[in-house]
């Protein structure tokens, strides 16, 4: 078989996972998924559907009751506490409820990222100021995390788990607090790490988040894989749902 034409090599890998919170709550059940290298899924369902779980499960917040879960090559269930830290280098994470430190200031919070992977200062400061930029919140940097508003809260979550370029960005209703122009900025920002190489998996229930998209979309309910689709539709990237890139990228 010639390289040139081989698929990418899978970056998420599901086999026949299930998730059962005490004291008897099915979340996941037998979901088999295969997410590509350079992939963008979108993954859809009503509230309760086992989207958040399913993210849980792949950045290894939680365990699966039963199944194999291999992320960016590391079969993330055998990983130790100690060598957890491996996987999160690869995979950032924007939480549906921000998971942001409230007394510390929005450039504390995204510099969090980029410092445990001992980026340099100076790197750290250009990283910041460059998407802050981007998701207008420029003027947010001293703001401690615990003042701003849900929308702001929102943006620096998504803003810290895109910090150090992770090879796949997990990333639970992104735009749930978000005006169009805002979650404009977000999606062009998205598109920027996709074209750069990387892997996104975006829950969400906007539906302009994916409506004619030509990625894959997958639905969930009552924590199965109802169906998958992937059609081609009036744009050929994520970029379609913002502004012009050069026209945001510092």
């Not at 979108?42 to 989207?51: D, E, Q, R, Y």
């Not at 910090?163 to 900025?185: H, K, M, S, Y």
């Not at 988040?209 to 744009?235: A, C, M, N």
Request: net charge negative.
């Amino acid at each position: 078989m010639n390289p040139e034409n081989s698929p990418p090599p899978a970056m998420i890998d599901l086999i026949k996972v299930s998730k059962v919170y005490p004291p008897n709550v099915q979340a996941i059940s037998d979901v088999s998924l295969t997410i590509a290298k350079g992939e963008v899924v979108f993954l859809i369902g009503m509230s309760g559907a086992g989207k958040t779980t399913l993210l849980r499960l792949i950045s290894r917040m939680e365990k699966p009751t039963k199944g194999m879960v291999d992320v960016a090559g590391m079969d993330v269930i055998k990983l130790s506490e100690r060598d957890i830290h491996l996987l999160r280098r690869k995979v950032g994470m924007a939480h549906q409820d921000f998971k942001l430190l409230p007394e510390r200031t929005v450039a504390d919070n995204i510099a969090i990222a980029l410092e445990v992977v001992y980026c340099p200062q100076s790197l750290i400061e250009k990283r910041i100021q460059e998407l802050l930029e981007q998701l207008d919140l420029t003027k947010k940097y001293n703001t401690r995390a615990g003042e701003l508003s849900r929308g702001e809260q929102q943006r620096v979550s998504i803003a810290r788990a895109v910090a150090n370029n992770p090879e796949i960005i997990l990333a639970d209703e992104p735009t749930g607090n978000l005006d169009a122009e805002t979650t404009a900025r977000v999606m062009a920002l998205f598109e920027q790490l996709h074209r750069r190489g990387a892997t996104l998996l975006i829950a969400t229930h906007d539906r302009a988040l994916f409506h004619d998209t030509p990625h894959r979309v997958i639905e969930l309910r009552f924590g199965r894989i109802l169906s998958q689709s992937k059609t081609e539709g009036s744009y050929d990237d994520l970029g379609e749902l913002a502004p012009a890139l050069e026209e945001i990228e510092p």
